[in-house]
């Protein structure tokens, strides 16, 4: 069993920056891909960013790519998403997911736990 715990989101102006948390407890969390989701309201959850295992890789969805940047640190253990020039659009609840297993995948289905999630806000 793996638990999660998100943090960090809030209201910020276009332009702005947050940084989330996804902090881990339970078993061996570098043994966990971890990837971050997100849902708009009236939409569907849709993939934004993930990392593997050791976070010697990440993938990111086009929409965010040069902005956000995730990251981990098993020692603590914590998967974080800095979020830079956040625009409206990034306005959603975001959800960090973890699998077990080395490899991260975009299909939320895969994933085996997940955190309660976070709102983020963004104004413009």
């Known amino acids: 069993q793996v638990l999660l715990v998100e943090s960090g989101g809030g209201l910020v102006q276009a332009g702005g920056s947050l940084r989330l948390s996804c902090a881990a407890s339970g078993r061996t969390f570098s043994s966990y891909a971890v990837a971050w989701f997100r849902q708009a309201p009236g939409k569907e959850r849709e993939f934004v960013a993930a990392i593997s295992w050791s976070g010697g890789n990440t993938d990111y969805t086009d929409s965010v790519k040069g902005r956000f940047t995730i990251s981990r640190d098993n020692a603590k253990p914590t998967v974080y998403l800095q979020m830079n020039n956040l625009k409206p659009e990034d306005t959603a609840v975001y959800y960090c997911?973890?699998?077990?297993?080395?490899?991260?995948?975009?299909?939320?289905?895969?994933?085996?736990?997940w955190g309660q999630g976070t709102q983020v806000t963004v104004s413009s």
């Open positions: 997911a973890a699998r077990s297993g080395s490899y991260y995948l975009r299909e939320s289905r895969w994933y085996d736990y």
